[in-house]
C-alpha cells in the first residue's frame, strides 16, 4: 500500500472509531431532554446498558468473522448497523423503543471497537503499529471533550432525534475512505465459524452482565442471571474444545503473551471505567450542576488523548513492557490518592489525580494492543484485536457495576439518610432531575468511594504485577516475524 493510500485507510477508520467514542458522551448530554419527550426515567440507565451489552457480546464474532471473510466488507457491516440503530433510535416514540434500537446501534458499536483497530495493525508493518494505534486512542479523549458541547449544540438547534441522525452522514464519509483506497482480499481463514462459540459467550457474558447491573436493586435475579451466564460459558468451553474456528481458541489462554495482555486490559479497564463514572457523580454531589461534573472528566480525556498519541510514537524505542509498566502505575498510584478524597478535598487536587489517572490509561492502552498484534500475526489481526478489546470493554462494564454494589454497600446507611436516595441509581436520578446535591449527599458517597478507590488500587497493583509478565522487546523480537501460532511459544 501506497503511503497516500495508507493515510486515506487511517483517516477513514479514525472516523469510524470517533463515531463510536462520541457517542456515549453526546447522548449523555441529551437525555434530560429526551426523557422530557419520551418519559420512562426508570428506563433511563438501560439506554446506556443495552448499547454496552450488545457492543460487548459482539466484538469477538467480528474479530473472527473479519479474519475469515475480510475487515474492509465487515467494517461495512459495522457501519451499517450503527448508522440503522441510530435512524431507528431518532425516530423512538418511547424509551423502551429506544433502549432496543440502542441495542441494534451496539452491534455496530461493537464492530467500530473492533476492526477499525484490526485494518491498522493490517496495514501498518509491526514497528509503526503503536504509532496508530495510539491514533486510535487519542481519538476517545478527544471525542469525550467535544461530546458534551457538540451534544448541547445539536439538541439546542435541530433538537434531540438529531444526535443520532448526525451519525448517518459521519457513517458516510467513513465508508467513502475505506471503499476508495483499501484493497484487500477476503480473509485467510477457512470460513468455518464456531457460531455455537460465539452465541455461548453472548449469552454467559450478556446475562452476567445484566446480572450485575441488578445487583443492588434485585440481588435475587442478579443472582440467577449470573447462574445462567456461567453455565453459558461453560457451554462456550466444550463449544470452542469441539470448534474447528474457535472464537477464541483455548490454546491462546495458555500463552503467556495473550494472557498477560488480556488481563491487564481487562484490570485497568475495570478500575478506570468506573472512575469516568463515579469520579463526576462525586464532584456534582459536592459542587452540583451538570458542569461540574464535566471538569472531572475533562483532565481525565485530554490525559488518556495526549498519552495515547505519544505512547505510540514512543513505542518502538521504549517498548511495549515498560510503557505498560509506567500507565499502570500511574492508574494505582491515581486510585491510591483518590481513596482520601472527602467532601472539603480541592477541585485542584480532584482535576490533578484525575489527569494522572487519564494518563496512565493512554499510556497502556496502546502498547498493549501493539503486543498482542504483533505476537499473533496478520493472519490473526482481527482475533487479536477482537479479543484484547473485548475484555477491556468487559472489564470496564462489570467495574462499574461492581464498584459501584460496593459504594451502594459500604454507604447504604448514609444514603438513606438522604431524602429520595438509597442507592446510587437513585442518587444519579435526583442529580439528573434536579441538578442541585441534596443534603448529605457528598459525605455518604465521599465515604463510599474512598472504599471503592482503596479497592481500585489494590486492582491497579495487580494489573502492574501481570504487566511485568510480559515479555521482554516482544515488539523487536516479532518486527521480523508474525507468528501464526502462538501456542508453540
Known sequence: MEERERRFVTIGVLVGIFLAAIDGTVV???MPTVVAA????????????????????TMPLFGRLADAYGRKKLFYVGIAAFVAGSVLSGAAGSM???????AIQGIGGGAMLALPYTILGVIYPPE?????????????GVASVLGPPLGYAIVSTLGWRWVFYVNVPVGII??????????????????????????????GVGTILIGL????????????AVVIGLASLGGFYFAERRASEPIIP??????????ATITAGFLTSFVVFAGLTYIPLFVQSVHGGANSSAIAVVPISIGWSGMSVLAGRMTERIGERRLSIVGTACIAVSFAAGAFWTPATSLVVIVAVAFVMGVGMGTVTPPLLTVIQNHLGAEQMGLATSSQQFFRQLGGAMGVSVLGFVITTLARGQLAAVPGVSTLGDLQRVLFETNTPPAGAAAA??????SAFVVSAVIGLVALVVVFKLPRGESESNASTERADPATD
Do not use: C, H, K, Q
Open 28 to 30: 449523555t448530554t441529551a
Open 38 to 57: 419520551l418519559g420512562g426515567l426508570e428506563l433511563y440507565p438501560w439506554v446506556f446498558t443495552s448499547y454496552m451489552l450488545f457492543t460487548a457480546v
Open 96 to 102: 423502551a423503543e429506544l433502549v432496543a434500537f440502542r
Open 128 to 140: 509503526r503499529r503503536g504509532w496508530a494505534i495510539g491514533l486510535g486512542g487519542s481519538v476517545w
Open 174 to 203: 467513513a465508508v467513502a475512505f475505506i471503499a476508495t483506497t483499501l484493497e484487500e482480499s477476503t480473509g485467510t481463514a477457512t470460513g468455518d465459524i464456531d457460531y455455537a462459540g460465539a452465541l455461548a459467550i453472548a449469552v
Open 213 to 224: 447491573e441488578l445487583l443492588t436493586t434485585r440481588p435475587l435475579a442478579a443472582g440467577i
Open 250 to 259: 483455548l490454546a491462546l489462554f495458555g500463552d503467556r503473551t495473550f494472557l
Open 445 to 450: 458517597l465521599a465515604s463510599g468511594l474512598s
